[in-house]
């Protein structure tokens, strides 16, 4: 049976590196760890799993992993987290993974070697295999607001179909007939929820109401402005009336570039938002938006994570908690 140090010798590597690329894979760089994986299947080298099983330290501290803290929502779910551990006193170790899923990884393994009972995330990437190693080898973990394919884990998040439904709702009730959606869906299986809701109520409505699905790169502002530019160039007819954005993000940078070009909010376009972050209600226009409730999610995200590390035996089946979403009506829609 090969050992772990018949792969360093046939990678030309230390055994050192073969046990990072196992454990930490994003210490090793990437023509390294493709060496290293291609003489583990040449000499069907099989890990110890015992050995590769998580041990967290004594210190009761949870990591939190948060995808972008540049964005005010994130932020805030971090903030809900922390004033749970405050008042159970455990110890908080935060990450930013900036949109960033190489990063992201980097982060895991620091939080790993720290040896926390367990890991909070908002994922840059909810289907990463990396998360799904953790998970194999028995880190605590609970996702918050974005949850991979398979789900077989502990999260927490909100019912983004029903957010859709609501915007859109709003918006037909406003008698709009030409309504867009501002979004990435074939990117985000979040903003994918958010745009099928604000479909089903399109298609469900009486009468010509059509809903353009224009394509954002990004969550940003500087996205938004950069749509509202290119909205703001069309003639009056080939404008939506309204758009529903699938962040607040967007929704404020659009509503900036639509005014700096001289249209109305809501007079020529409508903007509706998603999340309700604390700048939503600040703007030039309040923003009408799907409010989030953005502090529950991180305190409900370690209460769950209290019941994992509190428990006895193995890790127990997936529970999931669906929050509910919320209209918020100001002055932009």
Known sequence: MATIRDVATLAGVSAGTVSNVLNRPSYVRAETRERVMQAI??????????????RPGRTHTIGISVAELGNPFFVDVALGAEEVCRENDLGVVLCNSGYDPTLESHNLDLLVQQRVQGIIITPVDENSSRLESLKDRG?????????????DVWSVGVDDREGGRLAARHLVDRGHRRIAFLGHPHRSPKVKLRYQGAREVVNQSDGDITLE???????????????????AA???DKR??????????????????????GLSVPGDIAVVGYDDIEWA????????????????????AVEMMIRLINRSGPLPEANHIILKPELVVRDSA
């Open 139 to 151: 880190v605590p973990m609970v996702f918050v607001d974005r949850v991979g394919d398979d789900r």
């Open 213 to 231: 699905l224009v394509s954002a790169a990004s969550w940003t502002v500087e996205e938004g402005r950069r749509v509202g530019a290119q909205l």
């Open 281 to 300: 209600g600040v703007g030039a226009v309040p923003l009408t938006t799907i409010s989030q409730p953005r502090t529950l999610l991180g305190r409900t």
């Open 41 to 54: 299947a040449e000499l069907e080298f099989i890990p110890d799993q015992r050995s590769r099983q998580f």
């Open 240 to 261: 939506p009336t309204a758009v529903f954005c699938a962040n607040d993000m967007l929704a404020l940078g659009l509503t900036q570039e639509l005014l700096r070009n």
């Open 234 to 236: 069309r003639p009056g």
